[in-house]
């Protein structure tokens, strides 16, 4: 079926603004969330919009469609924008200086980061459990893992041992990324620590990477415990975007058992992009005073802004 469709996502400005799109998206959701994802490059396009039965109940979305939600995140950009600033990261310590990085740098150190857990034996389909404080790796990870098609189950860098039991069971992770600490204003968070309580519990995590940040000088256990730092230097800075079916998962969630998801790539990505443009004008800088990059900060911290290559994120 041919759809006339017309791509725009405009700013809400008014009650009226949103009535009129509310509208549009009942009326004919097939031809308003077309519109939607004509804005993002597809590896394959969808053959149908939209298949639904509430009484399975069962939905889907941009059926027969392929894509790398990092394609639209970074590579899009380039070289075009290499040198503009892609994210503003603000230390914890105000004396400290801010990091701005490029939208060429940031593509490398995804590019890297993938390789690293490549290295590792993660591939397509595996889980990766992130638990780092609000550092600039923390993003890598996370376009890292929809590079290589894993599933990233973030987990906020406050929660206990135990909750983080539950994410990595519940997610199946085999390896897990975290730093040797983070610090919360003056407090400084033995995060390593934290994981590897969790561990005794976890056996099926093969590795552990960590990454330096508070310099606490963490033990690393023998066979499992990796450095970042180290691992990152024996990988090149080129990684190709695996092809993801329109269906396969980019980020798992869990805020409390038995509420899980697994969002799916195809539907995620117009969505979340949506929304974080009509909360934030173009060129506005997103300030983000609640919990990290976590659950569904990392969605709209990350994968949305970067995509409209026009919106930054302060940490």
Same mark, same amino acid.
């Given at each position: 079926?041919?759809?006339?469709?017309?791509?725009?996502?405009?700013?809400?400005?008014?009650?009226?603004?949103?009535?009129?799109?509310?509208?549009?998206?009942?009326?004919?959701?097939?031809?308003?969330?077309?519109?939607?994802?004509?804005?993002?490059? =597809?590896?394959?396009?969808?053959?149908?919009?939209?298949? =639904?039965?509430?009484?399975?109940?069962?939905?889907? =979305?941009?059926?027969?469609?392929?894509?790398?939600?990092?394609?639209?995140?970074?590579?899009?950009?380039? *070289?075009?924008?290499?040198?503009?600033?892609?994210?503003?990261?603000?230390?914890?310590?105000?004396?400290?200086?801010?990091?701005?990085?490029?939208?060429?740098?940031?593509?490398?150190?995804?590019?890297?980061?993938?390789?690293?857990?490549?290295?590792?034996?993660?591939?397509?389909?595996?889980?990766?459990?992130?638990?780092?404080?609000?550092?600039?790796?923390?993003?890598?990870?996370?376009?890292?893992?929809?590079?290589?098609?894993?599933?990233?189950?973030?987990?906020?860098?406050?929660?206990?041992?135990?909750?983080?039991?539950?994410?990595?069971?519940?997610?199946?992770?085999?390896?897990?990324?975290?730093?040797?600490?983070?610090?919360?204003?003056?407090?400084?968070?033995?995060?390593?620590?934290?994981?590897?309580?969790?561990?005794?519990?976890? *056996?099926?995590?093969?590795?552990?990477?960590?990454?330096?940040?508070?310099?606490?000088?963490?033990?690393?256990?023998?066979?499992?415990?990796?450095?970042?730092?180290?691992?990152? &230097? &024996?990988?090149?800075?080129?990684?190709?975007?695996?092809?993801?079916?329109?269906?396969?998962?980019?980020?798992?969630?869990?805020?409390?058992?038995?509420?899980?998801?697994?969002?799916?790539?195809?539907?995620?990505?117009?969505?979340?992009?949506?929304?974080?443009?009509?909360?934030?004008?173009?060129?506005?800088?997103?300030?983000?005073?609640?919990?990290?990059?976590?659950?569904?900060?990392?969605?709209?911290?990350?994968? *949305?802004?970067? *995509?409209?290559?026009?919106?930054?994120?302060?940490?």
């Amino acid at each position: 079926m041919h759809l006339n469709v017309t791509p725009t996502m405009k700013k809400i400005e008014s009650i009226q603004d949103y009535q009129e799109e509310y509208r549009k998206s009942i009326e004919n959701p097939e031809v308003f969330w077309a519109g939607v994802a004509e804005q993002f490059h =597809w590896r394959k396009k969808w053959n149908k919009v939209l298949e =639904w039965d509430f009484k399975k109940p069962e939905v889907k =979305w941009f059926l027969g469609a392929k894509l790398n939600i990092t394609e639209n995140c970074l590579d899009r950009h380039l *070289p075009a924008k290499a040198n503009e600033t892609a994210i503003i990261w603000e230390p914890n310590n105000p004396k400290d200086r801010a990091l701005n990085i490029t939208y060429q740098h940031l593509f490398e150190e995804v590019c890297k980061t993938a390789n690293m857990l490549k290295a590792q034996g993660v591939g397509k389909g595996d889980r990766v459990c992130i638990y780092l404080p609000m550092i600039p790796e923390l993003a890598y990870a996370i376009l890292a893992c929809a590079r290589i098609g894993a599933v990233h189950s973030v987990v906020f860098a406050g929660f206990s041992s135990r909750s983080l039991v539950d994410r990595i069971t519940d997610a199946g992770c085999k390896i897990a990324i975290t730093s040797d600490g983070g610090f919360r204003g003056e407090k400084s968070i033995n995060l390593k620590g934290i994981m590897d309580d969790a561990l005794e519990k976890c *056996p099926e995590v093969e590795k552990v990477i960590v990454v330096e940040h508070t310099r606490t000088k963490p033990v690393l256990k023998p066979g499992r415990d990796l450095w970042w730092h180290e691992e990152i &230097k &024996k990988v090149g800075s080129q990684c190709e975007a695996e092809e993801m079916d329109r269906f396969s998962g980019v980020r798992r969630i869990l805020d409390g058992s038995p509420d899980t998801l697994t969002s799916c790539t195809a539907r995620y990505q117009p969505e979340v992009r949506l929304s974080c443009l009509r909360e934030f004008p173009p060129g506005r800088t997103g300030e983000d005073s609640g919990r990290q990059l976590s659950d569904t900060k990392s969605t709209y911290s990350i994968q *949305p802004p970067l *995509p409209s290559g026009r919106w930054k994120k302060r940490h």
